[in-house]
């Protein structure tokens, strides 16, 4: 691009956050991954739980079906375009929170393996359940608040 297109494109690469450089990457390793695809899921619940409620009330559907129990296809196409729209916008963010979390996911693995005597890959597997189970509260509670905010029922 060229002209005031061009301006444009580079007032708004100046204001994304910069991407985390090499040495930072290898600085918190395992750490900046579990950060990331904590921030990830995190930011995944917040589009379910804001998806959820405004499905059931431009659709009148439920985004769950229960014969036989599975997702509604027409919220997933739904949920898929709030995450390539949305979400598309949201990462570069998130890189950048990954790194500001990186250290206390370093932190912990580091508990877990030198305080608590956990092998390394016991580690690894106690976060990854703990965040599992975490997340799994965390967005029935999200799902929860959403539709109480936009006074829906959770289930139609």
Not at 37 to 57: E, H, K, Q, Y
Not at 120 to 134: D, E, K, N, Q
Request: proline share 8%.
């Amino acid at each position: 691009p060229s002209g005031p297109l061009r301006a444009l494109w580079d007032r708004l690469q100046a204001k994304l956050p910069k991407a985390p450089s090499k040495e930072e990457l290898q600085k918190y390793g395992t750490g900046f991954v579990y950060s990331y695809s904590f921030v990830g899921t995190l930011n995944m619940c917040m589009m379910v739980a804001i998806s959820w409620p405004i499905f059931i009330l431009r659709t009148g559907g439920s985004p769950v079906l229960f014969d036989p129990f599975t997702l509604n296809p027409k919220f997933a196409v739904y949920l898929t375009a709030v995450y390539f729209s949305y979400g598309s916008c949201t990462t570069p963010f998130l890189v950048m929170a990954a790194m500001a979390l990186a250290p206390p996911f370093t932190w912990t693995l580091s508990l877990l393996q030198d305080r608590l005597k956990y092998p390394r890959w016991l580690a690894l597997l106690t976060l990854s359940v703990l965040m599992g189970i975490g997340f799994c509260g965390f967005m029935i509670a999200a799902i929860a608040a959403s539709c109480a905010a936009f006074r829906t029922p959770m289930l139609v």
